[in-house]
């Protein structure tokens, strides 16, 4: 069963940037998978930031669109999560996910419910 920890998380002041890992082991990142990232706040829902479909496009929300980039380093088996002109708004505890799809692009990967998930890191980003 894949397994995934995340890993970069921490405080930065707003304007600032932050670079998450996600370290993925019991298996082996391919275009095989869909892969995400997903954020949480307190009292809000969970909501995607990044998509990476197996045509290696990448999708984004408009919240994070420009400001974010998804990427897999396949010789390591990690996915990162670049984030810059990081805003308040940005607050949340950071997830990533995958999912064993065969072949999705990134659009249809951006609807999936993902089967594998990590624990979580926190990110805060203060004004």
């Known amino acids: 069963q894949l397994q ?3 890993s970069g998380g921490g405080s930065v002041q707003a304007g600032g ?3 998450l890992s996600c370290a993925v082991s019991n298996g082996y990142i391919s275009n095989s998978y869909c892969m995400g990232w997903f954020r949480q706040a307190p009292g809000k829902e969970r909501e ?3 998509t990476l479909g197996s045509d290696g496009n990448t999708i984004f929300p408009n ?3 420009g400001r974010f980039t998804i990427s897999t380093d396949h ?3 990690v996915l990162y999560l670049q984030m810059n002109r990081l ?3 940005d607050t949340a505890m950071y997830y ?3 999912e064993w799809v065969g072949w999705l692009s990134a659009k249809a990967c ?3 419910a993902y089967d594998y998930w990590g624990q979580g890191t926190q990110v805060t980003v203060s004004s």
Do not use: D, G, I, M
Request: hydrophobic share 40%; with cysteine; aromatic share 0%.
């Open 75 to 77: 010789a390591k088996n």
């Open 96 to 98: 990533c996910a995958a």
């Open 87 to 89: 805003k308040p708004e």
């Open 110 to 112: 951006a609807s999936r």
């Open 63 to 65: 919240s994070t669109e």
């Open 48 to 50: 995607v930031v990044a």
């Open 17 to 19: 940037s932050l670079r």
């Open 4 to 6: 995934l920890v995340e």
